[in-house]
Structures are given as structure tokens and as C-alpha cells.
């Protein structure tokens, strides 16, 4: 069945260092990926989305790039600020073998200290 | 809009006790879903809707657990009854599609079952 699989946390971070959290998936046929975000006490939010091979999702400094040929959409960002500690969610959508479903990864904690 | 809302936010109850948990989506959204939250679980898909018809429960964890969607502003998520084991935060989320389509979490509900 489809799967996500994150790097395992937690990650701590220096205000301004680089952040990169690997996200690599199974699935069959041509999900749709995602990073969700969730601050503490919040419900989860989209961060950034690629609905195709090669898409680059942006949005506020993190980016990824969904990459067929090594089932990753990696996400990075160049400069981490203290409010972006959070719980970032890799998932994705195939429509085609889990219906309406998003596959979530395990989530990975992110803590950036000034 | 003010997105989906959830009721309470908080709960705490006894063993035993019957459990009511409220979701109203973002008005206009086709699908509606139901997620358990906990450290040892992370997130699972507990249920989900489209048209106010429940299409796939097959992440119910038992016969104590029940949801409807009576109409397509209102959900409800009942746990009768509760257990110990049942306790975390239990999310709702609406879509409007499926896909690429962008899920919209609630602030979620913390459950406490002592």
C-alpha cells in the first residue's frame, strides 16, 4: 500500500541555519505530495504542495521538489527563524489505491532556538 | 470564512462515560474527515465522508465508536463508552476535493479520559 516514510526527529536548529527534513514515499501511480505544518496546540495547515513529477511547492522560505525517480519531496528551507519550531507532515494523495485519504509520514519536530 | 470548527476544545470525562465530539466544515466542502492524534499512534484517519455519506470507517477502532454527518454543516464523532486508551486529540478536517485538493484541519479536540 502507499506509505511515507520522514526522517526521524526531533531536529534543533540554530536561528538561521539551513533546514532540510527527508521525505521519501511508496505509491503506485501519480500521488499528489504535501508538507503539512503544525504549531503547538493547532490543528495541522498546508505549508506547500507539488501535484506533479518535478513541481517545486513554495511558500514562506521552505520549499520541496517532487522527485519521481527517487520518491523524495525533501523539504528545506535556508534560514530558520524561532517560529518556525513546529511538527512538519510529509503526506501524500493517490486517489487511484486509497480513495480520499491522506498518507501521513510520522511527523518530525522541529525546534529552532535563537 | 472561519474555517472548521471544532467543539469542545477540551474534555475531560470519566471511564464509561459517553463522549460527543462537534465539527462544523468550511460551508461549501464535499468532504469531511475525522483523525486521532497520539504520541505512540501519531495520526490516523479514523473516518470519512463525501456528500454526507460515510465512505470508508475503516479506521474505527471499535464498536464503541460512531460518527454521522446529518447534514452537510454538522459531524459528530461519539465514543460510548469511553475508555482510558481513548484519550488524545481528535482532529476534523474538510476538503473540497480530493487529490490535489488541500485538507482544512480544525483546532482539534483534547480528550481526557481518566
Known amino acids: 500500500g502507499d506509505s511515507v516514510t520522514q526522517m526521524e526527529g526531533p531536529v534543533t536548529l540554530s536561528e538561521e541555519a539551513f533546514l532540510t527534513i527527508n521525505c521519501t514515499y511508496t505509491?503506485?501511480?501519480?500521488?499528489?505530495l504535501f508538507w503539512y505544518v503544525q504549531y503547538p496546540g493547532e490543528g495541522l495547515q498546508l505549508l506547500l504542495k507539488?501535484?506533479?513529477?518535478?513541481d517545486k511547492g513554495s511558500n514562506k522560505g521552505f520549499e520541496a521538489t517532487y522527485r519521481k525517480e527517487t520518491t523524495s519531496f525533501h523539504l528545506e528551507k535556508g534560514s530558520v527563524q524561532v517560529s518556525d519550531s513546529a511538527v512538519y507532515f510529509c503526506?501524500?494523495?493517490?486517489?487511484?489505491?486509497?480513495?480520499?485519504?491522506?498518507?501521513f509520514g510520522e511527523g518530525t519536530q522541529l525546534t529552532v532556538n535563537p | 470564512d472561519a474555517g472548521v470548527i471544532q467543539s469542545p476544545r477540551h474534555e475531560v470525562t470519566e471511564m464509561g462515560q459517553e463522549v460527543t465530539l462537534r465539527c462544523k466544515p468550511i460551508s461549501g466542502h464535499d468532504y469531511l474527515f475525522w483523525y486521532r492524534q497520539t504520541m505512540m499512534r501519531g495520526l490516523e484517519l479514523l473516518i470519512y465522508f463525501n456528500n454526507n455519506v460515510p465512505i470508508d470507517d475503516s479506521g474505527m477502532p471499535e464498536d464503541r465508536f460512531s460518527a454521522k454527518m446529518p447534514n452537510a454543516s454538522f459531524s459528530t464523532l461519539k465514543i460510548q463508552p469511553s475508555e482510558p486508551r481513548d484519550s488524545a486529540v481528535y482532529f476534523c478536517?474538510?476538503?473540497?476535493?480530493?487529490?490535489?485538493?488541500?485538507?482544512?484541519f480544525g483546532p482539534g479536540t483534547r480528550l481526557l479520559v481518566l
Open positions: 507539488a501535484t506533479k513529477a518535478d
Open positions: 503526506a501524500l494523495s493517490a486517489p487511484e489505491t486509497s480513495g480520499s485519504r491522506l498518507t
Open positions: 505509491a503506485t501511480g501519480y500521488p499528489s
Open positions: 478536517a474538510s476538503s473540497s476535493g480530493t487529490g490535489a485538493e488541500t485538507q482544512y
